[in-house]
């Protein structure tokens, strides 16, 4: 069985394509960064997993999935290669997102806002866990 749930943070805001042809598909791509359990050196360590969704899923997440946010995946892991403009064969290792959800609550998000922001300053402009502000808007929770 090809199964995987994680849960993380968004390391950017999702980048959506469309798909061309008569049956236009959205396709949205982000990483999660999913936290170690054990942690060397007494520094927090994660991996960082990409992620790809289609169709209403993707467009869901272009909509209210942003970077910093804690969310919750379910899929499968899809490996596969092609070879780079430079001959060089590269391969890739995604999960294919069957279900997605928000894995915090408002309330959760805004207490959490300034530490995030502060990690992110402390990385050293990395960006990672920078939440913009005003998203609260647009999300249904």
Known sequence: MN?????GRLTKDPE????GGENTLAVARYTIAVERRFKRDGEPTA??????VFGRSA???????RQGMRVSVSGRIQTGSYTNKDGMKVYTTDVIVEEQ???ESRTEREANRGVHQQAATKEA???????????????PF
Do not use: T
Request: net charge negative.
């Open 3 to 7: 199964k995987v749930i994680l849960v």
């Open 16 to 19: 959506v394509r469309y798909s």
């Open 47 to 52: 991996d960082f997993i990409p992620c790809v």
């Open 59 to 65: 467009e869901f997440a272009e909509k209210y999935f």
């Open 101 to 103: 959800e928000f894995a």
């Open 125 to 139: 402009g990395n960006g990672f866990m920078n939440i913009p502000e005003g998203i609260d808007e647009e999300l």
